[in-house]
């Protein structure tokens, strides 16, 4: 067996029995093909019988060449999930992965957008595109992420059979899990405007939002608008498309939200991942109370 065939048979079953977005599979692929190649495996077996000190070598010679901690975790955790997988298609009845906890990674707080450089950006995304359909496309994309709390993957696989909006979506998120979504009356003129606009043809089961050419529009071209829009308004560089799905999350804990409801609408599987955004509040309030109390630099 090639390592391509390895390759392929992984791919295939990340986005297929596990439902895995096109990044996750991008991502783990990329990670065993670089095992693959620097182990010279060339079957299942060979990758089934690596254990915990093989993985521990290897991961060191790759921090060795400047894999950051973070980058290292995910590493690992494609890794153990490859292997995992092999040994399940070598036959083995228990098929878990060697046991190799990872670096410890220090969690930052999201940073979220304010609602006003929130609608800012997507206004600059629509005015500084090339033209005026693509602007119309980028607003609407980025509105999906302010508006309902989209994934930037999630927003980009809905299909023209989802248009025109009404005042729910339903969304696909990770995991192939399903979740309703509110849709703003903002976000569904826009996305209106963009199928009014776009000069490609929109068949029902093919991707609502396309590139320059015609294609599926791509994370990469959504990323670069938002860079556009942020350096035009001063804004840092974590100011990205992600941060508009936190400003989202933030925004609403702060208007009441319960973590319960919120949960819900980001599609997280654990409440633990929604409970960050307390701190980001409980962050932004006392920062907020830093700048306007008189005394408040005074100790």
Request: charged share 25%.
């Amino acid at each position: 067996m090639s390592a391509e065939e390895l390759l392929g048979t992984w791919r295939a079953h990340l986005s297929t029995a596990r439902r895995r977005s096109p990044h996750t599979v991008r991502a783990y692929a990329a990670a065993a093909q670089r095992l693959i190649h620097a182990r010279a495996l060339s079957d299942w077996a060979d990758v089934a019988g690596l254990e915990a000190h093989d993985l521990r070598s290897y991961l060191a010679s790759r921090r060795a060449e400047g894999l950051a901690n973070a980058s290292a975790a995910r590493e690992l955790s494609a890794l153990k999930a490859f292997i995992a997988f092999a040994r399940s298609e070598s036959g083995d009845p228990d098929p878990a992965p060697p046991r190799l906890r990872g670096p410890r990674i220090k969690k930052g707080l999201p940073r979220p957008v304010t609602p006003d450089e929130a609608v800012n950006l997507t206004d600059l995304a629509d005015g500084l595109a090339s033209e005026d359909w693509i602007g119309a496309r980028d607003r609407a994309v980025l509105l999906l992420m302010y508006g309902s709390g989209l994934r930037i993957a999630e927003a980009l696989s809905l299909i023209a059979g989802d248009a025109p909006l009404g005042e729910t979506l339903m969304v696909t998120g990770k995991g192939g899990k399903q979740r309703l979504v509110p849709i703003l009356p903002i976000t569904r003129d826009a996305v209106a405007v963009y199928a009014d606009t776009c000069p490609w043809p929109l068949p029902r089961d093919e991707p609502l939002f396309r590139g320059a050419k015609g294609g599926a529009l791509s994370q990469g071209m959504v990323q670069k608008a938002m860079a556009k829009a942020r350096r035009a308004l001063g804004l840092p560089d974590t100011a990205t498309p992600h941060a508009l799905r936190h400003s989202f999350a933030t925004h609403l804990l702060s208007a009441g939200a319960d973590l319960r409801s919120l949960q819900e609408l980001l599609g997280h599987a654990s409440l633990g991942s929604t409970q960050i955004y307390t701190q980001v509040d409980a962050a932004s309030l006392l920062e907020n109370y830093r700048k306007a109390h008189p005394r408040a630099k005074k100790g």
